[in-house]
């Protein structure tokens, strides 16, 4: 067994920003003998063979994991039932299967009653994206300095969880192992909340009567198009997290709700120490996630001004 991260045959099945991303990762590492990658369309896998970040396309995800000692499942998270089923009986002895999923408890119910015996699944999540999808959308770095979430299930053998660590971490994440339930509630406020009330910010200003949308556009440097990033994120994708971690996200939409009406309470009475000390407390928010290196320093998200309507 090695620690090196180093497999011999990977199988990507979905070839989207994630799955191209980490196609990319294995190549600058050299982590893996051979890329097998597979998609639903035969576009997507062609493309991935011609940008080069897998070695050889399979049609079937079935044909793809066949002798593959790691298998990432990197699909939407609404597929991933439907792919672990059709592999199952092709999957090798002994190996790996992973997936990066947005969430984890409705994964593992979903792809854990088709695991073979033998078959070693960790799941997991590289806390690590962008707004773009397709196979054109990853690159190299996306993984470098992040964070990639294992939840192993009860039972997991320990040595295949640090396997598969090493591998995450010589695609440059750091790693963090908790259980299921707890990433789905730590996600659904640092991730899933913010894309969905970005989602709505964007809806209602697109909704308005009394403001054109062409003011919306012009005057968007306001803040309004920092919202708009996450609201051009993957429609499928986010309808699968929203279905998939359905409780932890009303819950914590229940918080909003009421931490949203103490902030339309202090404005409408004026109460401007309640406001001024909330701002504060946020702000020092921001400079944390600056100094954990997740977040660069410079102002206005390191944009040039020069470029700047
Ligand atoms: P993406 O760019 O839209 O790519 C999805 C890929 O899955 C495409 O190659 C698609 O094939 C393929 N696919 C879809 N349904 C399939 C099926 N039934 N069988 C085989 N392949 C199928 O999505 P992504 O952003 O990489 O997201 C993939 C996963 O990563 C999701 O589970 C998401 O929750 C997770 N994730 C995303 C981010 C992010 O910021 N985007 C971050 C961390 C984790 P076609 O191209 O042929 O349609």
Redesign the pocket.
Known sequence: MSGDGHFDRVAL?????????LGHAMKRGGLAGEIVG????D???ARALEIGFIDRAETN?ADAVKDADLVV?????G??G??AQEIAPHLAKGAILT?????KASLIDDVGPHVPDGVHFIPG???????????D?GFPELFDGRWCILTPLEGSDPDMVAKLSSFWEACGTKIDVMDAKHHDLVLAITSHLPHLIAYNIVGTADDLETVTKSEVIKYSAGGFRDFTRLAA??P??WR??CLNNREAILEMFGRFSEDLAAMQRAIRWGDGDALFDLFTRTRDIRRSIVDAGQEVAAPNFGRDPAKED
Do not use: F, K, N
């Open positions: 099945i979905g070839l989207g920003l994630i799955g191209s991303s597979s998609a639903r369309s576009a997507t896998r995800a499942l990197c699909t939407p998270v597929a991933v439907a792919v997936d990066v999923g947005s969430v999540h590289p806390i690590a994206g962008t707004e773009q999808s397709g196979p959308a994120s993957d499928t994708m699968d997290v």
